[in-house]
């Protein structure tokens, strides 16, 4: 919930429910797609369940990750078990610091936690490779790569925290077919690999019907349909759902 009338006295007279009664469950190793119009809270669940909601927003229920409850955690705790659960935004070359190497940025978790040089730089090297990005990119700056490859560099960089849990929000939106198949690839690829389990949100669900095990459809905030993808891509039941799939696989 978001306030969106404060009272005479300064406390919040009216809330704005932005997302309503959203139950998912995600299993270690797969994929949930969670799909829906602009406006209708994506990526408000995404920051929930990165806990990166501001401090006005009003969170209820419980995001449980690997068995521990994040909403219970103190502000010490979830920074240390923040590791577990890494957001990658949209636009990469907004979400990383121009004015720092690639090497600086995909260690900076490690860096927070205090991980030694050698071990750091090691780590950046291995995470590099896992998304098929070559050594010496690390002394490269962001404007010196393309759209796909800020991306990869902003996944070595989620991905050197080892998460159990990684949030997507809109990840090739911002890159040209080509390339959105070529990340979309290396998605699959990393998830074998590693085993870690994706929540991804797109508006695109061709991308959605590539990578993902299961999917949400969000509309005002409410889940009006879920289940395994190729389920409520053949078979959707709701009447927005059938409108949406129809109108994106055209």
């Known amino acids: 919930q978001f306030p969106i009338e404060k009272s005479l006295f300064g406390g919040t007279k009216r809330w704005f429910d932005a997302v309503k009664d959203v139950d998912m469950t995600l299993r270690k190793g797969q994929a949930l797609g969670i799909v829906g119009e602009s406006g209708s809270g994506k990526t408000t669940i995404a920051l ?10 009003r969170v209820s229920g419980q995001i449980m990750v690997n068995g521990q409850d994040m909403t ?41 936690q205090g991980v030694n040089k050698a071990e750091r730089q090691q780590a950046v090297m291995d995470s590099l490779a896992t998304v098929h990005l070559p050594a010496d990119f690390a002394q490269r700056y962001p404007h010196e790569l393309s759209g796909g490859q800020r991306q990869r560099v902003a996944l070595a960089r989620a991905l050197i925290m080892q998460p159990s849990l990684l949030i997507l929000d809109e990840p090739t939106s911002a890159l040209d077919s080509t390339t959105q198949v070529t990340v979309v690839n290396l998605l699959r690829e990393i998830q074998a690999k590693l085993q870690v389990s994706y929540v991804f949100i797109s508006h695109d669900l061709k991308v959605v019907r590539a990578l993902c095990q299961h999917m949400m459809v969000i509309k005002d905030g409410v889940c009006i349909e879920s289940g395994p993808s190729e389920d409520v891509f053949n078979n959707p039941q709701h009447p927005y759902a059938q409108q949406l799939l129809q109108a994106n696989l055209l």
Do not use: C, H, Y
């Not at 929930?48 to 927003?57: E, F, G, I, K, T």
């Not at 590791?83 to 995909?106: E, G, K, L, Y």
């Open 48 to 57: 929930a369940l990165s806990q990166l909601l501001s401090n006005q927003a």
């Open 72 to 112: 219970a955690l103190s502000k010490r705790d979830l920074r240390t078990f923040r590791s577990q659960s890494q957001m990658v935004f949209q636009d990469p070359f907004a979400s990383i610091n121009p004015r720092m190497t690639v090497m600086q940025i995909v260690e900076e978790g490690l860096l927070v």
